[in-house]
């Protein structure tokens, strides 16, 4: 596998994030030394003019755009105005940066909620845009969609393979979002099962009817996956690539993995007044499979290992 030389200059936009310190992780690992960070106040990726004058000065070989505005179906419905527009105009501002910079290759996260709501299970990529999506997450879904077209545009129009956009599905880890209201479903109930066992809470009401099913994946893995796209000796790729563990579990099965996992003794209440989103969300990664690409995490090694990180902080 010729991967790039290891002091190739990699920036890893939204490095403190989920993914993102994930990609700093696995990058560090594998022996790179060349990383280039920002934070937002050193680099705000919603200013065209910040973002053209970064690329000029610091000319990254490779980027890997993790950055972006995500949360729970709380959030999207609350801020959906504001989901697609920092989220579009982040894809916008970089990838044409990164066009005009010679950049060798970026990789660019889309999200298995542009998928439509109703399609075959597992989503094989062709399945995008043939229906409606998830309408509880629609304005965060079209900017995602927005994102993937314009890198296969830019692939398209200049006859070549430099961007490429993935689809993780529901990630996790250590640095993710843990805030009940604003985090996505599998962090939101560590932080409210974590509190309840401190509280000593004899019950933790849970939003729908827990039927619906995800299918999850350690940031490590979309990591790893990331570092094998980086190749220099890439085949030709059939683009998306879907990027999940292929297996899934309904939304009551991890809250009751979660409650092992933390501790936590009481009961569970479900709320079924609440949306319960997408029936099911699998992904056919068939794809990336077949460049030689596995998740190496097991779903409870991978609950373990977070929680762990959860606590310390």
Known sequence: MSLPPKDAKIFVAGHAGLIGSALVRCLNKAGYTNLVIRSRQQLELQNADQVTAFFEAEKPQYVLLAAGRVGGILENQTLPADFINENLAIALNVLRAAHQADVKRLILFGSSCMYPKETAQPMPEEALLSGHPEPTSLPYAIAKLAGVHLC???????????FIPVIPNSAYGPNDNFDPKSGHVLSALMARFHQAKLDGADTVTLWGSGTPRREFIHADDIAAACLMLL????????????????????????????????????ELDWDSTKPDGALRKLLDSSRLRQLGWQSQISFEDGLRDTYDWYRQQ
Do not use: F, H, W
């Not at 296969?152 to 430099?162: F, I, P, V, W």
């Open 152 to 162: 296969l545009a830019y692939n398209r129009q200049y006859g070549e393979q430099r």
């Open 231 to 266: 190749r220099n000796d890439l085949p030709q790729l059939s683009l998306p690539l879907n990027l999940g563990s292929g297996a899934d579990i309904s939304i009551r099965e991890l809250a009751e993995t979660m409650k092992r996992v933390v501790g936590y003794e009481g």
